[in-house]
């Protein structure tokens, strides 16, 4: 991927069409990429909408009774915290699980981890059982997984002395995984690598479920590339639709950013 700009709707939507000629032609369906997510009910919707907008295919379910059999059917598995129960925490470690088994991408979006005991906890049994292929936080919650001293309230990123890169890179350490830590700056980690991402608006932050639908949107990603070079074309990409979804206000903000992914790109699925 690379960092072109400009209206590219008519030559994304024909790309897409002519992937889909082809496939046919090859007797092949087309590979969109099936996420199954067990998300929190406050940005379910607007997930699920930001992964059909990248050529994506969601599936959202957290009934413990179907969620390995979702798995059969996903190429990747997105855990969130958000709004996280006793009954979801079962759900995802046995999604996790079987995701494991089946060898596709888990993210964790541990949101609130700093928040009560409860979240901490809770992360760090679902980390256990579905060892995320990538975690994306921010800072904050960063910080309370490496058990970092840091201010911050709710689901916010609030604020410590530890610099992003050095909490990214920690975290990737602790549960050998990648790492995408969020905020004016993003930063992505593999344990040793630190990449990083200037692109996105502070207004970002004013609309709920920016970071979520990243985290869902990098599950898609993974089921195309690991790299880390990747991921931060996507977080360039992103940062890049949020800049100018933002012109819409924060009222017009949620649509506005469904299009600029489809805009800018954010990933050919
Ligand atoms: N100050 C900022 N300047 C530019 N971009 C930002 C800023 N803060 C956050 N972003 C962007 O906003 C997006 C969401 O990141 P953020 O860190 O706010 O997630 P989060 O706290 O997990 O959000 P949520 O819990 O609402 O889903 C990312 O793409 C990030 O780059
Ligand atoms: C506001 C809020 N509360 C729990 S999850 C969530 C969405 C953003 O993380």
Request: with cysteine; net charge negative; glycine share 10%.
């Given at each position: 991927m690379s960092g072109t700009s400009g209206n590219k709707r008519g030559l994304r939507r024909l790309g897409m069409s002519e992937m889909r000629c082809r496939a046919m032609s090859n007797n092949k369906q087309p590979t969109t990429p099936i996420v199954h997510c067990i998300t929190n009910y406050v940005?379910?919707?607007?997930?699920?909408?930001?992964?059909?907008?990248?050529?994506?295919?969601?599936?959202?379910?957290?009934?413990?009774r179907e969620v390995e059999d979702l798995v059969q059917l996903a190429d990747a598995l997105s855990l969130n915290l958000g709004t996280v129960s006793e009954r979801t925490v079962r759900s995802m470690k046995l999604a996790g699980e079987a995701a494991v088994k089946k060898g596709i991408p888990r993210v964790l979006d541990p949101v609130g981890a700093?928040?009560?005991?409860?979240?901490?906890?809770?992360?760090?049994?679902?980390?256990?059982?579905?060892?995320?292929?990538?975690?994306?936080?921010?800072?904050?919650?960063?910080?309370?997984?490496?058990?970092?001293?840091w201010k911050g309230r709710g689901v916010d990123a609030g604020t410590g002395e530890v610099d992003g890169a050095t909490l990214a890179k920690a975290l990737a350490s602790k549960y050998a995984t990648t790492v995408v830590i969020s905020g004016a700056v993003d930063y992505i980690s593999d344990g040793k690598t630190v990449l990083t991402n200037l692109t996105g608006h502070p207004d970002m932050t004013r609309v709920v479920g920016t970071g979520c639908l990243l985290s869902s949107l990098l599950a898609a990603w993974l089921t195309k590339d690991t790299s880390l070079e990747t991921i931060q074309d996507g977080m360039f990409r992103y940062g890049r639709a949020g800049e100018r979804a933002v012109q819409s206000g924060i009222g017009g903000f949620s649509n506005a950013l469904l299009e600029a992914l489809i805009d800018e790109e954010v990933y050919t699925l």
């Open positions: 940005v379910a919707n607007f997930v699920a909408n930001g992964l059909v907008a990248i050529g994506a295919s969601p599936i959202m379910g957290d009934e413990e700093g928040a009560t005991a409860y979240r901490l906890e809770a992360a760090n049994a679902v980390i256990a059982r579905a060892r995320p292929t990538l975690i994306r936080c921010n800072a904050g919650e960063a910080a309370a997984l490496l058990g970092v001293e």
